[in-house]
């Protein structure tokens, strides 16, 4: 476990406000309620009926490294348990808030615990590299070229029109940084799940802004009911 003289982590959702200080200012009040209205929309249509839940198992999935060769899920986290962490891209100052959060304070937790940790956007491999690089990543980060394992999960979303138009104006657009070229995305998403593939843990955020917290992760972790592989 971790040592009790440990300095408490900072939690992801005070960072995001301190975030969202210096980005609405440097973005404008327009920009600004473009994206309020979209995460406003996103919350009141809530997590999709279809969406992965406590109880699910997961099916294998066809992924891609950094290197841009395919590797199976079952392979990149053994033979124990696994979190899985969903993610929209580099792009997303909020998901690269998270990463480096996650390895900073979520990996060592999962280490001594035996557990891996994978995170998985749509990205190519060249967005997947740039993760790594926002976050010095030592955690396996892949693509799921066309959100096939999100489509199966029922995760899947796009950003609004109005959403686009503003990051077009920002001077990017998500589809440049996905493998299918188009500007789906996973909602971001975190699952726990054992040896076995059940899903123990699901916590799927429709407004991009919040995430997971590492507390909630080592907690579903602890509470598995089986123990990790030797």
């Not at 009790?4 to 609405?24: W, Y």
């Not at 580099?90 to 995170?119: F, H, I, M, S």
Request: contains cysteine; negative net charge.
């Amino acid at each position: 476990m971790s040592n009790a003289d440990s300095p408490i982590p900072t939690r992801i959702a005070d960072q995001v406000t301190e975030f969202n200080e210096g980005f609405n200012a440097e973005i404008g009040a327009d920009a600004t309620r473009v994206f309020d209205d979209e995460q406003s929309g996103l919350r009141d249509s809530g997590v999709p009926a279809a969406a992965v839940r406590v109880g699910d198992t997961i099916v294998d999935a066809t992924l891609v490294t950094t290197a841009g060769d395919e590797v199976s899920l079952s392979e990149t986290v053994g033979e124990g348990p696994a979190v899985l962490v969903f993610y929209r891209g580099a792009w997303c100052p909020y998901c690269n808030l998270t990463l480096k959060t996650y390895q900073a304070d979520l990996l060592p937790e999962l280490r001594e615990r035996g557990v891996a940790l994978v995170a998985i956007s749509p990205q190519t491999p060249e967005g997947s590299e740039r993760s790594v690089a926002n976050g010095g990543l030592e955690f396996p980060v892949l693509s799921d070229p066309g959100n096939v394992f999100v489509r199966a999960l029922g995760i899947q979303t796009e950003p609004v029109a109005a959403a686009r138009a503003v990051h077009s104006d920002l001077g990017f657009d998500v589809a440049d940084s996905n493998a299918d070229a188009t500007a789906d995305v996973p909602f971001p998403t975190v699952l726990v799940v054992d040896r076995d593939g059940k899903v123990v843990f699901a916590d799927v955020h429709v407004d991009y802004t919040t995430r997971t917290e590492v507390d909630e992760i080592v907690a579903a972790v602890d509470a598995l009911d089986t123990p990790p592989a030797s």
